[in-house]
């Protein structure tokens, strides 16, 4: 089950945290893994370690806020490889801040990356899984999409964005054999984290961490890997009954907190 032998994927943002674990776990499960981020010696180190470990995978420099230059990049991609099956839009940027605080840079720089880094990626990925005769497209959301949460203003507007992308492109694209799901996390262990605990709370870094993540009534952030144990999922073809859904992941955030 949940083999990928044979298929494409692209991954935005698998240089590190969520998308590096995804692009390794899609490998392991015989994928040839397309991994695209725009800083190139993490995105480099993630394709390397996939080689070495045996699995298959190239590394593309790649800005997805610029359309044009990620167009061109897909359809080299797809005359190298010969087809594109699966896309997962991970690549994203966080910020703290309500719409007091948020300044006009801040907004726009959330909106460039996290929403219209998406919908370059959609337009540029959906004629080559036409092409392809169809695929998987998974979009990191967030349990952002649909909750208040304090202090996430531009965050949660871009992510209640990507949940709506993905119903609209789940419901343009069914006849042409393509799915889009979307994954929706609590609190996940990536070095955002550690590097937001070590900037904003020096010295309290610990005291802090545990404090984060018991907000989880499941007591523990998610890993990465678990995530991406989810991803694997909803792109294979197990999950081919599956399209225009979000998954939360989030230990219990939405449904158990009082």
Do not use: W
Request: aromatic fraction near 8%; proline fraction near 3%.
């Amino acid at each position: 089950m949940f083999d990928l032998t044979g298929k494409v994927a692209i991954v935005t943002g698998g240089g590190s945290g969520i998308g590096e674990s995804i692009c390794h776990v899609f490998a392991q499960n015989g994928a040839e893994v397309c991994v695209l981020d725009i800083n190139s010696a993490a995105g480099g180190q993630t394709a390397q370690a996939i080689r070495e470990a045996g699995g298959k995978a190239d590394f593309y420099a790649a800005d997805v806020t610029d359309q044009q230059a990620i167009i061109a990049l897909f359809e080299r991609i797809f005359e190298q490889k010969g087809q594109l099956d699966i896309l997962v839009n991970n690549a994203g940027v966080a910020h703290i801040g309500t719409a007091e605080s948020t300044s006009e840079a801040d907004f726009d720089r959330i909106y460039n990356v996290n929403i219209k880094g998406v919908y370059n990626c959609l337009k540029a990925g959906a004629p080559l899984m036409k092409k392809s005769g169809g695929g998987a497209i998974l979009n990191l959301a967030s349990i952002a999409s649909t909750l208040g949460l304090p202090d996430r203003f531009a965050y949660s507007m871009s992510k209640g964005a990507v949940l709506s992308m993905t119903l609209t492109t789940a419901r343009d694209f069914i006849k042409d054999g393509i799915r889009c799901n979307c994954v929706a996390p609590a609190r996940v262990h990536t070095p955002f984290v550690d590097n937001f605990l070590a900037k904003n709370y020096p010295g309290r870094e610990q005291e802090m961490f545990e404090k984060l993540a018991k907000t989880q009534p499941i007591g523990r952030m998610a890993k990465p890997v678990e995530i991406a144990a989810l991803a694997l999922y909803l792109c294979s073809d197990e999950a081919s009954f599956i399209t225009g859904s979000s998954f939360p992941i989030d230990g219990g955030f939405i449904n158990l907190n009082t």
